[in-house]
C-alpha cells in the first residue's frame, strides 16, 4: 500500500507523458500494476487483461481522476484523497465488464488508501451500479384489476429489490436534509436564453377563424378561471422561495459549458436536460421525470436503443406512462425530431429550463384551474389558455413562467393532504446527485460530470417507479394528449 501511495504524485504526469507519446505502456495497465496485490488477485486473467484495451476516453476520464488524486495528496486534504483515488480506480476500470465483486474489492483498496491518510471513504452498498443499471428481470403475468384483461407486468430481479430496500434508507435521510447541496437553491439563476436559438410565440397557436377564437377566448379566459389562477398563485407565494424561479438551471448548464465549451456545451445541455426533461414529462413527478430523462440520455450516449415496454426498462425507471415517455425521448432525441411548437407544452417545458419566461407551461395541474375537468388544452387552442396567465402575469407585474411556477406550488398545496412542500427543480436534481453517490460511493462532481452532463453512468432518485414485486406498468399503456406532471 506503500508504493501505491508514494505513487499518486507521478499519475499525472506519467499519463501526460503517454498522451504525448513519451511512454509506450499504457497509463491504465500502469495504474493496475501500482494497485495493491490484494486488490489485484481478486480479478480474473481475462479482465486483467482487457485493462490494455482501454479506450482513449477512459483514459482522458482517468487522467482527470488522477490529478483530482494528486492534488488532494499534496494538499493534505485525506477525505479528497480517498474520495479522487476511488475515483481513479472507477475511471481505470470503468470501460472494462468486471464482476461487481471485483469492482467492490478494487473500491475496499481505495478506501485503504482513505485510510492510510487519516480519512475514511463512505461505504457504498452498491459500488457495481455506478456502471450500470440494476439487473433487469423477466416480466410476470398480471390480471388487470379494472379490465380482468392479462398482461406482462415489470418485477424486480434480486438485485433491484435488495438496492429498492437500501435507496429507501439513503432517500429518507437526503429528504431530511442531511447533506450537503452540490448546487446551492438558494444561488440558482436562469439558464442564458440569449444563447440559444430565438423561439416561437406558442400564444399563437390558436383557431384560424376570428369566430372560432372568440369561442375559445370565452371558454378559458373567464373571471372563475382567473380567480382560481390567483388564489393559487397567492397560496404558492407563501413558499415563494421554493416555488419561485422552479425552472432555474444555469448552475447546471454552466457544468455542461465546462466540460464541453461554450458552444458544444449549451448544445447538449438543451439536448440532455431540456429537452430530454420535455420528452419524458407525461404523467411524471419531477424526479421520475429527472430520471427517465437521463435513462434516454445514458442510452443514447452507450448506442443502445430504447426499450418499448415498460417491464424491459431497469429499476428505477417507471411511472403511469413510462413506454409513452421513453417512445417520445425516442422520437424527439434519439431521431431528431425535436421538441417543436407542434407540441407547446413539452416546448414551453424545455424553453423555460433555457431561460425563457416568457412562454407558460400549461400542463395537467395548470388546465385544471383554467377549466376543471380539462387535462389538456383543446388541440389548437394552447395560445387561449396560455394567454390567461401571461394575462394575469402582466397585471402583477412578474414573469409568465414565474406566476405558472408559483401558482402550480399553490394548487398542488391545496389539493394535498397536510400540504404540498414546494422545492426548486435544481433540489431534485441535488437529491438525486447525493442518493447517487451515496448508493455508489462516486463522489458527487463526478456524479455530475460523468452522469448529468456526459450521461456515462446512471442516475438515481426516489419517484414513481418503486414498484413492489409482481407489480408494473402496462406495456401498451399510452400518455393522454400534451400531458404534463
Not at 126 to 143: D, H, K, N, S, T
Not at 215 to 241: C, M, S
Not at 261 to 287: I, N, Q, S, V
Request: without cysteine; charged residues 20%; aromatic residues 10%.
Amino acid at each position: 500500500m506503500g508504493d501505491f501511495l508514494s505513487n499518486l504524485s507521478n499519475i499525472p504526469q506519467y499519463a501526460a507523458d503517454w498522451w504525448n507519446g513519451k511512454r509506450s505502456i499504457n497509463p491504465v495497465s500502469w495504474a493496475w500494476n501500482a494497485l495493491p496485490q490484494n486488490v489485484r488477485d481478486t480479478y480474473t486473467s481475462g479482465a486483467r487483461s482487457l485493462v490494455d484495451m482501454s479506450t482513449p476516453a477512459s483514459v482522458r476520464d482517468y487522467t482527470t481522476s488522477a490529478q483530482d488524486t494528486a492534488r488532494s495528496a499534496m494538499q493534505g486534504d485525506g477525505w479528497g484523497t480517498a474520495t479522487n483515488a476511488l475515483g481513479t480506480v472507477n475511471a481505470a476500470l470503468g470501460a472494462i465488464p468486471i464482476a461487481g465483486m471485483g469492482v467492490t474489492l478494487a473500491r475496499k483498496g481505495a478506501q485503504d488508501v482513505g485510510k492510510a491518510v487519516g480519512m475514511g471513504v463512505r461505504e457504498a452498498p452498491f459500488p457495481q451500479l455506478g456502471m450500470r443499471y440494476p439487473e433487469i428481470a423477466p416480466p410476470v403475468q398480471a390480471i388487470d384489476k379494472k379490465s380482468q384483461k392479462p398482461y406482462l407486468a415489470k418485477q424486480l430481479s434480486p438485485e433491484a429489490q435488495a438496492f429498492q430496500k437500501e435507496r429507501e434508507v439513503v432517500a429518507k435521510d437526503v429528504a431530511a436534509g442531511n447533506y450537503t447541496p452540490y448546487f446551492k437553491p438558494e444561488e440558482r439563476f436562469p439558464a442564458d436564453i440569449s444563447q440559444y436559438d430565438p423561439r416561437t410565440d406558442t400564444t399563437s397557436v390558436r383557431p384560424v377563424k376570428a369566430a372560432t377564437q372568440e369561442k375559445w377566448e370565452g371558454v378559458y379566459n373567464t373571471p372563475e378561471a382567473k380567480q382560481r389562477l390567483n388564489e393559487a398563485y397567492d397560496r404558492g407565494q407563501l413558499q415563494a422561495d421554493a416555488s419561485g424561479n422552479w425552472y432555474h438551471m444555469g448552475q447546471l448548464e454552466n457544468e455542461f459549458v465546462k466540460e464541453y465549451g461554450a458552444e458544444e456545451g449549451r448544445k447538449l445541455f438543451k439536448e440532455r436536460f431540456a429537452d430530454a426533461m420535455a420528452a419524458t414529462t407525461g404523467g411524471a413527478d419531477p424526479t421520475s421525470n429527472l430520471l427517465m430523462a437521463h435513462y434516454g440520455n445514458y442510452l443514447k450516449a452507450a448506442g443502445q436503443s430504447v426499450p418499448q415496454n415498460a417491464y424491459d426498462m431497469p429499476f428505477p425507471i417507471g411511472g403511469r406512462y413510462a413506454s409513452t415517455n421513453m417512445d417520445q425521448f425516442n422520437k424527439m432525441i434519439v431521431q431528431g425530431q425535436g421538441v417543436t411548437p407542434s407540441n407547446p407544452k413539452r416546448y414551453n417545458f424545455s424553453g423555460n429550463f433555457l431561460g425563457d419566461s416568457s412562454g407558460a407551461t400549461i400542463d395537467e395541474q395548470m388546465m385544471g384551474l383554467i377549466k376543471p375537468g380539462m387535462a389538456s388544452p383543446t388541440p389548437g387552442t394552447y395560445g387561449h389558455a396560455e394567454g390567461v396567465v401571461r394575462q394575469l402575469a402582466n397585471e402583477r407585474g412578474v414573469a409568465p413562467s414565474y406566476f405558472q411556477e408559483v401558482a402550480w406550488a399553490g394548487a398542488k398545496d391545496a389539493k394535498t393532504p397536510g400540504g404540498y412542500a414546494s422545492k426548486p427543480m435544481v433540489q431534485h436534481v441535488n437529491e438525486a446527485i447525493e442518493r447517487t453517490s451515496r448508493l455508489t460511493g462516486i463522489p458527487p462532481e463526478e456524479v455530475v460530470r460523468r452522469g448529468l452532463v456526459r450521461a456515462e453512468m446512471p442516475l438515481y432518485g426516489i419517484g414513481a417507479a418503486a414498484v413492489p414485486i409482481g407489480l408494473g406498468q402496462f406495456s401498451g399503456q399510452t400518455e393522454p394528449q400534451d400531458r404534463l406532471f
